[in-house]
């Protein structure tokens, strides 16, 4: 069991937005702004796509953007692409014994 | 760029010692915090722990006793040893790096470790 919780799956069909849910607790989302999203093509290593809640790393494309509200994070991606489906993850730091957690993953599927 | 690259045995049996290296190219390893997260096959993410150039070290409470995790500077990398390994450690192993963005912005290309006799 993950420690932040995130939908298994998610679709949408090219040129719609989608948003993923990423809910923590108190201890991590709640508290920190030390939220991250990553994302992650079959095989592949994960890519930093959001960090601190809703900030782009350099080369990330702006149709990505991250909020917060509360305990719960969440990832929107606008005018979806083929090249979007991936599984997307979570990430938080936590002031638990446990410094980072991620969430379970959610698989986005491009119809 | 900064780029991150583990090796390592493919294969280790269980009760066994798995080490990695993780060799940083691009940059100094003298700066940030440098990680170990794994993926067991089909699964999600688990941070296992990191290190600081200077030495300090967290690790994930539940594998605490089991692992070690170091580094070399003036080899430039890092390294990982979990021992009493089983099944359950089967995983793919990726090295990364976490900044002042407070987030793992640079990640190995992972390597798969298979737990089996």
């Known amino acids: 069991q993950s420690a932040l919780t995130q939908p298994a799956s998610v679709s949408g069909s090219p040129g719609q937005s989608i948003t993923i849910s990423c809910i923590g607790t108190s201890s991590d989302v709640g508290s920190y702004n030390y939220v991250s999203w990553y994302q992650q093509h079959p095989g592949k290593a994960p890519k930093l796509m959001i960090y601190e809640v809703s900030n782009w790393p350099s080369g990330v494309s702006n149709r990505f953007s991250g909020s917060k509200s509360g305990n719960t994070a969440s990832l929107t991606i606008s005018g979806l692409q083929a090249e979007d489906e991936a599984e997307y993850y979570c990430?938080?730091?936590?002031?638990?014994?446990?410094?980072?957690?991620f969430g379970g993953g959610t698989k986005l599927t491009v119809l | 760029q900064v780029q991150l690259q583990e090796s390592g045995p493919g294969l280790v049996k269980p009760s066994e010692t798995l080490s990695l290296t993780c060799a940083v190219s691009g940059g100094s390893i003298s700066s940030y915090h440098w990680s170990w997260i794994r993926q067991p096959p089909g699964k999600g993410l688990e941070w296992t722990g990191d290190i600081y150039y200077g030495g300090n070290t967290n690790y994930n409470p539940s594998l605490k006793s089991r692992l070690t995790i170091s580094v070399d500077t003036s080899k430039n990398q890092f390294s990982l040893k979990l021992n009493s390994v089983t099944a359950a450690d089967t995983a793919v192993y990726y090295c990364?790096?976490?900044?002042?963005?407070?987030?793992?912005?640079?990640w190995g290309q992972g390597t798969l470790v298979t737990v089996s006799s």
């Open positions: 990430s938080s730091y936590t002031s638990t014994s446990t410094p980072w957690v």
């Open positions: 990364a790096r976490y900044t002042d963005y407070w987030a793992f912005d640079s």
